[in-house]
C-alpha cells in the first residue's frame, strides 16, 4: 500500500493531465457533428502508426527472457496495424463516396 501512495505522490501531475485530457476528449468528441465522426475516426486510426514504431522500439530495448513484455508488444504492434489498415480502408471509402459518377 505504501508503494501505491508513493507511487501517486510523485505522478500526481501525470494524473491530474490524464484526467483533464479524458475531459477534454469527451467535450470535444461531443461536439463534432456525426457526419464528421467516420473521417475523423479513420485519421485518428492512421496517427496510430506511431503506437505501432512506440512497441517496436519497446520491443527491441526488451531483454529476450522478458516474455509478458514481448507478449504485449507484439499485440501491440499487431492491434495497432489492424487499425491503421481499418483507419486507411475507412478513409479510402469514405473518399470514394464523394467522387462524382461517371
Known amino acids: 500500500m505504501n508503494e501505491i501512495l508513493t507511487f501517486l505522490g510523485e505522478n500526481m501531475q501525470m494524473i491530474y493531465i490524464i484526467i483533464l485530457s479524458v475531459f477534454v476528449g469527451v467535450e470535444v ?3 463534432v457533428p456525426a ?16 503506437v505501432i514504431v512506440g512497441a517496436i522500439i519497446v520491443m527491441l530495448n526488451t531483454p529476450a527472457d522478458n516474455l509478458l513484455s514481448l507478449a504485449l508488444g507484439f499485440v501491440a504492434v499487431v492491434l495497432g496495424t489492424l487499425n491503421v489498415v481499418g483507419g486507411f480502408a475507412v ?11 461517371k
Open 29 to 31: 468528441i461531443g461536439k
Open 35 to 50: 457526419v464528421l465522426h467516420t473521417p475523423l475516426m479513420s485519421g485518428a486510426n492512421a496517427i496510430h502508426g506511431v
Open 91 to 101: 478513409t479510402d471509402r469514405m473518399l470514394e463516396m464523394f467522387k462524382k459518377k
